[in-house]
């Protein structure tokens, strides 16, 4: 695997902005197949990835990952798609100098999301992106300026846009048809007790076919640790946000969508690990509660104890919409106040989910733009907003204060030190833009 070091990482950031204008962004016809390449070959990028080889214009090109079995695999399943051979790279930016690549898809861990996107726009490719968009706020800001500067499509990963009962409840929303949304309940929970830990399968020292340094990136250099490798890197803030950026990211997407708000006005958390010890550090019992104008949206977080699976409430004045991915339902409001009648405010409703958790269409729909050069249905300006909303109850869980948050300026209001969480630090040499 090539070992580039981060000083060369600079440099060629430079070169690959400097070349911006030079990259092939080819014109894409209808029936034009659009070459593809993904970053970041674990769990969910390989069920995307399959989800892109199922599509007829579609010309997988490309794969890059650190850690080697996980890349092969993602190359043995474009295989017999390929209209070439498909070329494999430890280093993701050998994969953006390639000319003949039109878009990337980036499935690597949260901390490993924002430096891509922008390389890649700036290599004038498009992009499609995993949600949580963003470790912090000022990483989403800057893929937004990329993509606008650049003029590149980038979608979200939230895939849950793309989904038909989704926009049939939405456009129900905004119709009033539930009459006034005042009040949003969000939440993912289930029982992991106690906890996630590996103790076998894994061996302590770092596996040769993984260069964990990239792996690391701009996060702090730790020693080798197979708890922050696949799929637990979620349980660090080095490099996610625990369920309130995994699932928040989902359902206060569709929530802020409802709303048609940028974002809160404030914020209110509560959280702790407090059954789990397995080392992790995200929470896992975690309340938030977000004041919008004229609505409040509450996200429930437990990893304790399941009662009942993830759920998101639209409470209107009309009606309740309660909605997950299979589907939704519309329970009539009957009105309880005497003198007046006790007929419902509305009749009831259901509509089945028709295309699984929606990640076809959602592709389906980024194929689309990158031909016909509109906005996705996840568009990246989305995706950030809805990736600050969840960074902000991280932010107000660990501080243990309430934030007002001035959406605008994106900035929170008389508090320097939760200001100072909007951005981190990455690791010497490594730079954002
Ligand atoms: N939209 C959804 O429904 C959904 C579902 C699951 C996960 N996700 C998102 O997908 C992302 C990945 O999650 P996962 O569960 O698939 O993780 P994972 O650990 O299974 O896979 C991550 C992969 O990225 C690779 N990687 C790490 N750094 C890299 C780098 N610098 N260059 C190239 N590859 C690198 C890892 O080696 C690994 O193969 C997360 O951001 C997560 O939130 C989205």
Request: glycine share 8%; hydrophobic share 40%; proline share 5%.
């Amino acid at each position: 695997m090539t070992d580039i070091s981060r000083r060369d990482f600079t440099k060629s950031s430079f070169a690959l902005g400097a070349t911006t204008a030079l990259s092939s962004m080819r014109v894409l016809g209808a029936n034009d197949r659009v070459n593809l390449a993904l970053i970041g070959c674990g769990d969910r990028g390989q069920q995307v990835w399959g989800f892109f080889l199922k599509q007829p214009d579609l010309n997988p090109v490309a794969v890059a990952d650190v850690y080697a079995p996980n890349m092969a695999k993602a190359a043995e399943m474009a295989a017999s798609k390929a209209a070439g051979k498909v070329v494999q790279h430890g280093d993701f930016r050998r994969v953006l100098e390639m000319k003949d690549v039109d878009a990337v898809q980036v499935g690597t861990p949260d901390h490993w999301h924002a430096i891509p996107t922008i390389l890649a726009c700036q290599a004038g490719k498009d992009v499609y992106c995993e949600k949580p968009l963003s470790l912090f706020v000022s990483e989403g800001r800057k893929m937004v300026e990329a993509a606008r500067k650049h003029n590149r499509v980038v979608q979200t990963g939230s895939q849950q846009r793309s989904g038909a009962h989704y926009q049939k409840a939405i456009q129900m929303i905004h119709n009033g048809d539930i009459g006034g949304v005042h009040k949003i309940t969000a939440s993912f929970t289930r029982n992991v007790v106690p906890g996630f830990k590996p103790t076998e399968g894994l061996t302590p020292d770092c596996p040769k076919d993984l260069n964990w340094d990239m792996y690391l990136g701009p996060a702090p250099k730790v020693p080798y640790d197979p708890f922050r490798f696949l799929y637990h890197f979620r349980w660090f803030w080095d490099y996610s946000g625990g369920q309130m950026t995994n699932w928040g990211a989902h359902n206060l997407d569709i929530a802020r969508w409802a709303l048609k708000a940028k974002g809160p006005m404030a914020v209110a958390a509560f959280g702790g690990r407090y059954a789990i010890k397995d080392g992790g550090e995200t929470p896992d019992v975690q309340e938030v509660i977000y004041q919008f104008p004229d609505a409040i949206v509450t996200w429930e977080g437990r990893e304790v104890n399941r009662l009942r699976d993830e759920y998101l409430v639209f409470h209107g004045t009309k009606g309740s919409l309660s909605i997950m991915r299979n589907g939704f339902t519309i329970l009539p409001e009957v009105s309880k106040a005497k003198s007046r009648n006790t007929t419902p405010a509305m009749e009831g409703m259901e509509m089945k989910a028709t295309d699984g958790d929606a990640t076809n269409p959602h592709v389906r729909n980024f194929l689309d733009c990158v031909k016909s050069r509109r906005r996705p249905n996840a568009d990246v300006e989305d995706g950030h907003l809805t990736a600050v909303m969840c960074h902000l109850g991280n932010i107000a869980t660990r501080l243990n204060r309430m934030l007002k948050w001035d959406a605008e300026r994106e900035t929170i209001l008389g508090d320097r030190e939760a200001n100072l969480m909007l951005s981190r630090p990455y690791r010497k040499e490594w730079k954002l833009v």
